[in-house]
C-alpha cells in the first residue's frame, strides 16, 4: 500500500488566493483526520471523518476552513481566503474504525506558506 | 472533554541516558492510548499503542510505556537512548467515539 497520499507536498501563495489541499487515505480505512502543525500551537485536530461524514469539525478555525469527504478515497481542506497566519504543514491521516486497532497513518503533509 | 498533558516541553540528553517523557490525559470514558514519534523533516509515526491487558507495552526502538489507570497516565520510557532518538515525541487519546487527541509534543535532544 502507497500509505496516506497527500498534495501538494508544498504551496506557496499570496494572501486572500484559494488553497486546496488533498489527501487520499489508505484504501479501507474509513476515517480520516486533517491536522494543522505549527511550531506556536503544536498538533491541532481540525476535522474528522467517519465513512466519510464529517463528525467533529470544533477544530476547524474560521469559516475560511472547510474540508470535503465526497468518497471514500477522497478528501480536501479548502481555505478562501487564505492569510499568512494560516501558514503551517497540514497533515492527513486515516485509520480504521471502529475495528481494528484504531491506529492512525500520517501522510508526509503539506507544507503551506502564505505571503 | 477530553485533554492530553505533556509534562516536558523540551528534554535534552547525553547518550545512554535514561529517558522517561510524562503524559496524562483526562476523560471518563474508555480510551486508547499512543505514542507517536516525528523525526526532523518526516511525518508522525506509531510508536507503541495500548488498548486493553498487560499495562506495560512494548514498541519500536527499545521504547515501552506504562499505562496507570489511576493516574490516567501513559509515561513513555527508554532505558538507554541513543542520538538517532531525537525527535518530537507525541502522547495521543483515541475515544471509543472515535475522536483523537494529541499533546502539544515533547522535543527530545540526544547529545552524541
Known amino acids: 500500500d502507497a500509505g496516506v497520499i497527500q498534495s501538494p507536498r508544498h504551496e506557496v501563495t499570496e494572501m486572500g488566493q484559494e488553497v486546496t489541499l488533498r489527501c487520499k487515505p489508505i484504501s479501507g480505512h474509513n476515517s480520516l483526520f486533517w491536522y494543522r502543525q505549527t511550531m506556536m500551537r503544536g498538533l491541532e485536530l481540525l476535522i474528522y471523518f467517519n465513512n466519510n461524514v464529517p463528525i467533529d469539525d470544533s477544530g476547524m478555525p474560521e469559516d475560511r476552513f472547510s474540508a470535503k469527504m465526497p468518497n471514500a478515497s477522497f478528501s480536501t481542506l479548502k481555505i478562501q481566503p487564505s492569510e499568512p497566519r494560516d501558514s503551517a504543514v497540514y497533515f492527513c491521516?486515516?485509520?480504521?474504525?471502529?475495528?481494528?486497532?484504531?491506529?492512525?497513518?500520517f501522510g508526509p503533509g503539506t507544507r503551506l506558506t502564505v505571503t | 472533554a477530553q485533554s492530553v498533558s505533556q509534562h516536558n516541553h523540551h528534554v535534552i540528553l547525553s547518550e545512554a541516558a535514561s529517558l522517561e517523557l510524562g503524559c496524562n490525559y483526562s476523560?471518563?470514558?474508555?480510551?486508547?492510548l499512543f505514542w507517536y514519534v516525528q523525526y526532523p523533516g518526516q511525518h508522525l509515526q506509531l510508536l507503541l499503542k495500548?488498548?486493553?491487558?498487560?499495562?506495560l507495552v512494548k514498541g519500536i526502538k527499545g521504547f515501552e510505556a506504562e499505562f496507570i489507570k489511576s493516574k490516567f497516565s501513559f509515561n513513555l520510557r527508554k532505558p538507554s537512548v541513543q542520538w538517532s532518538d531525537t525527535a518530537e515525541y507525541f502522547c495521543a487519546v483515541y475515544t471509543n467515539a472515535g475522536k483523537s487527541t494529541f499533546g502539544d509534543g515533547t522535543t527530545l535532544t540526544v547529545k552524541p
Open positions: 476523560y471518563g470514558g474508555t480510551v486508547n
Open positions: 491521516a486515516s485509520s480504521s474504525f471502529p475495528l481494528a486497532d484504531y491506529e492512525q497513518y
Open positions: 495500548y488498548f486493553s491487558g498487560d499495562p
